[in-house]
């Protein structure tokens, strides 16, 4: 702990936390702030005006970042039938139907991310609060929801994310590792902002986006404009 605070604190006197930073400064003092022993995860933070009370006012969506997340991506579908062979050629790795959704319901929860077939939504939906809290249920909305089996494994493997919003009305979402260069860094925060935005309840009066923060995984928060 001694270590990790002095290490943190050296981090601290690099940034101003009541300064509100454009993204490029941002992500370049980051990339400056004292490394770990692990590669960073870099995330964006967003407070929302929304009230998630209303079911109307939940933001969520699917995100393709030009340059991926940095991370090997375990996918899961749940299918069967035809769909079955084209989630094998697409790379998925576990493959399967109520076998699969039993054993999630047991305690299993080696993976990132789970398409579905829409047949198999009926008996998905009892893992809902399971799935849910950890943003892993499938959603039409995110593309994971799906009979192009072979669309949305390729893309969950290319880097495609899926984000919405929680109880306290924020949305958080990993783009990409300390490591990629500030370019790529940029690049991916750029799409995230574009695509939260777009995601805008009609409901919404005003500022959608109140705050956003841009971090890694172990360094101080940089709000940006």
Same mark, same amino acid.
């Given at each position: $702990? *001694? *270590?990790?605070? !002095?290490?943190? #604190?050296?981090?601290?006197?690099?940034?101003?936390? #009541?300064?509100?930073?454009?993204?490029?400064?941002?992500?370049?003092?980051?990339?400056?702030?004292?490394?770990?022993?692990?590669?960073?995860?870099?995330?964006?933070?967003?407070?929302?005006?929304?009230?998630?009370? !209303?079911?109307?006012?939940?933001?969520?969506?699917?995100?393709?970042?030009?340059?991926?997340?940095?991370?090997?991506?375990?996918?899961?579908?749940?299918?069967?039938?035809?769909?079955?062979?084209?989630?094998?050629?697409? %790379?998925?790795?576990?493959?399967?139907?109520?076998?699969?959704?039993?054993?999630? /319901?047991?305690?299993?929860?080696?993976?990132?991310?789970?398409?579905?077939?829409?047949?198999?939504?009926?008996?998905?939906?009892?893992?809902?609060?399971?799935? %849910?809290?950890? %943003?892993?249920?499938? /959603?039409?909305?995110?593309? /994971?929801?799906?009979?192009?089996?072979?669309?949305?494994? *390729?893309?969950?493997?290319?880097?495609?994310?899926?984000?919405?919003?929680?109880?306290?009305?924020?949305?958080?979402?990993?783009?990409?590792?300390? /490591?990629?260069?500030? @370019?790529?860094?940029?690049?991916?925060? !750029?799409?995230?902002? @574009?695509?939260?935005?777009?995601?805008?309840?009609?409901?919404?009066? %005003?500022?959608?986006?109140?705050?956003?923060?841009?971090?890694?995984? $172990?360094?101080?928060?940089?709000?940006?404009?």
């Amino acid at each position: $702990m *001694k *270590k990790f605070s !002095k290490r943190h #604190n050296k981090a601290l006197e690099t940034v101003d936390e #009541n300064k509100i930073y454009q993204l490029k400064e941002a992500v370049s003092l980051l990339k400056k702030t004292p490394k770990v022993k692990f590669d960073e995860t870099v995330e964006l933070h967003f407070h929302l005006n929304i009230d998630p009370k !209303k079911s109307d006012q939940m933001v969520r969506g699917g995100i393709k970042l030009p340059h991926g997340t940095g991370k090997k991506i375990s996918v899961v579908v749940i299918c069967k039938g035809a769909h079955e062979s084209q989630a094998k050629e697409a %790379g998925a790795e576990y493959i399967g139907g109520m076998d699969l959704i039993e054993k999630i /319901s047991n305690g299993w929860m080696d993976f990132d991310k789970i398409i579905a077939t829409p047949e198999m939504m009926k008996d998905l939906a009892k893992l809902g609060k399971v799935l %849910g809290p950890r %943003g892993l249920m499938p /959603s039409p909305k995110t593309g /994971s929801v799906t009979n192009d089996i072979e669309k949305a494994v *390729k893309e969950a493997k290319a880097g495609k994310i899926d984000f919405k919003s929680d109880k306290l009305s924020g949305v958080h979402v990993g783009i990409g590792k300390i /490591s990629f260069t500030e @370019e790529q860094i940029i690049d991916n925060a !750029k799409k995230v902002l @574009e695509v939260v935005q777009s995601s805008r309840p009609s409901t919404v009066k %005003g500022n959608f986006i109140k705050k956003v923060f841009i971090s890694a995984t $172990m360094s101080p928060a940089l709000q940006i404009n």
